[in-house]
């Protein structure tokens, strides 16, 4: 974290350049089994290949609108930061009709289809699969994104006292997050969120805060399919020091 820092972005860079090999997500979906672990190189990297995406095939700049329709998963909080680095504002759950692009995982794929700009499907499969056959109307992010770049230059420079963000009925400049952010970390935790990416709460315990304090996050999905002995377990093994369920 670098006092400098004045969007999600920044952050991420100063992550980057202090401690590049460090973890920063692991992912869990405790309903397929899934485990990831992506250090902060392996997510920055991620992030500046959806950029590109974002910026360069999608065509969206500052101030354009990504309905995000995505549940509490990796590939979210890279989209996430995605849209920091590029400058547009994150809705998270926002209403894809009034959208330039959409961002939808397989669940929400109707919803998706009134956004009559750019759409984006995950599949959101282990490993960041592809979809075994690519929804019409949409373009499969698995497919896309692996050819993009991977060092990202945004075509505008950010302006962190924009929009950035909206969650749960509140709009937050990139300048806000970070702010916030900042208040809720606790320096070098390692955090399990079983929150969901659709408040405040969720995004700042599951990404935001332990980017900003040099932590890191365990980012669990679907947490109620497991036990609450292996719930302990999970702790103790992953070195967690803060929970948030």
Same mark, same amino acid.
């Given at each position: 974290m670098n006092a400098t820092d004045r969007t999600p972005a920044d952050l991420l860079r100063s992550a980057l350049a #202090? $401690?590049?090999?460090?973890?920063?997500? %692991?992912?869990? $979906? $405790?309903? %397929?089994?899934?485990?990831?672990?992506?250090?902060?190189? %392996?997510?920055?990297?991620?992030? #500046?290949? %959806?950029?590109?995406?974002?910026?360069?095939e999608l065509g969206a700049g500052p101030g354009d609108r990504v309905a995000v329709l995505l549940p509490a998963h990796w590939q979210t909080a890279v989209w996430l930061l995605a849209c920091s680095s590029v400058g547009v504002v994150a809705d998270v759950g926002g209403d894809p009709s009034g959208a330039d692009v959409v961002v939808s995982g397989p669940e929400s794929l109707e919803a998706a289809r009134a956004c009559g700009g750019e759409r984006v499907a995950l599949a959101l499969r282990p490993l960041g699969g592809r979809f075994p056959q690519t929804p019409a109307g949409f373009v499969d992010y698995a497919v896309e994104v692996p050819s993009q770049g991977d060092r990202f230059v945004a075509f505008s420079p950010v302006d962190p006292e924009e929009p950035a963000l909206v969650v749960g009925g509140g709009e937050f400049t990139g300048a806000e997050v970070v702010e916030r952010a900042r208040a809720d970390g606790d320096a070098g935790a390692r955090v399990l969120s079983g929150l969901s990416y659709d408040t405040w709460d969720g995004l700042s315990s599951g990404l935001y805060a332990p980017l900003a304090s040099g932590g890191s996050v365990v980012l669990c999905r679907n947490l109620d399919q497991l036990g609450e002995g292996a719930l302990a377990k999970r702790v103790e093994s992953e070195r967690v020091g803060v929970s948030r369920l």
């Open positions: #202090a $401690d590049p090999g460090r973890p920063l997500v %692991t992912f869990y $979906d $405790d309903a %397929t089994g899934e485990r990831v672990e992506l250090s902060v190189a %392996t997510f920055a990297n991620w992030v #500046a290949k %959806t950029a590109n995406l974002l910026q360069g």
